[in-house]
T-cell receptor, first 109, second 114 residues
Framework: RKEVEQDPGPFNVPEGATVAFNCTYS??????FFWYRQDCRKEPKLLMS???SGNEDGRFTAQLNRASQYISLLIRDSKLSDSATYLC??????????FGQGTELSVKP | DAGVIQSPRHEVTEMGQEVTLRCKPI?????LFWYRQTMMRGLELLIY????????DSGMPEDRFSAKMPNASFSTLKIQPSEPRDSAVYFC????????????FGDGTRLSIL
């Protein structure tokens, strides 16, 4: 089993749609969780941290379920500019982060 | 504020040559990470340093790869001799030394070994 597994992509959605990404992780001792965004041929950039109580940042909502070792990202009212690859990231030991393979999102007009 | 700075941005070289990639982390960050990204394998952690000391190099593919961090503001990743299968994008990232801190990435070095 991979340490971090994400939904296979790509997701092709129309503008304005709501889209959800899921991610599972194998290390029950993990304490920190993040969603990163990576545009084509660019570096990964932090989108948001994921907190135990769930958190929201504008159109983006992240949820964590420790019992099921599951993380989700919800994007509401998707924009063309949301098109990117979304990476689920989990800390493993100390400062080491494990990145999922990523899920590609394509938002169409 | 300056982010993580990597050089060169692009490198094309022939098989067998030595390649040196450079990274300057964000000032004040204690941890530095080297990653490699390919279509097939995604983003892989090669090695990371904490306070200039290598902590985990289990991701380094083989002895041809080596990394150093002589001071808090500079790190190198060296491949000698290079092979075509080393072609990838190499990212450097830095963070504050805490397990709940995110990492900030440089622009990456696109390496092509012919």
């Amino acid at each position: 089993r991979k340490e971090v597994e994400q939904d296979p992509g790509p997701f092709n959605v129309p503008e304005g749609a709501t889209v959800a990404f899921n991610c599972t992780y194998s290390n029950s001792a993990s304490q920190s969780f993040f969603w990163y965004r990576q545009d084509c041929r660019k570096e990964p950039k932090l989108l948001m941290s994921v907190y135990s109580s769930g958190n929201e940042d504008g159109r983006f909502t992240a949820q964590l379920n420790r019992a099921s070792q599951y993380i989700s990202l919800l994007i509401r009212d998707s924009k063309l500019s949301d098109s990117a690859t979304y990476l689920c990231v989990v800390n493993y030991q100390g400062g080491k982060l494990i990145f999922g393979q990523g899920t590609e999102l394509s938002v169409k007009p | 504020d300056a982010g993580v700075i990597q050089s060169p941005r692009h490198e094309v070289t022939e098989m067998g040559q030595e390649v040196t990639l450079r990274c300057k982390p964000i000032s004040g960050h204690n941890s530095l990470f080297w990653y490699r990204q390919t279509m097939m394998r995604g983003l892989e952690l090669l090695i990371y340093f904490n306070n200039n000391v290598p902590i985990d190099d289990s991701g380094m593919p083989e002895d041809r790869f080596s990394a150093k961090m002589p001071n808090a503001s500079f790190s190198t990743l060296k491949i000698q001799p290079s092979e075509p299968r080393d072609s990838a994008v190499y990212f450097c990232a830095s963070s504050l030394s805490s397990s709940n801190q995110p990492q900030h990435f440089g622009d990456g070095t696109r390496l092509s070994i012919l």
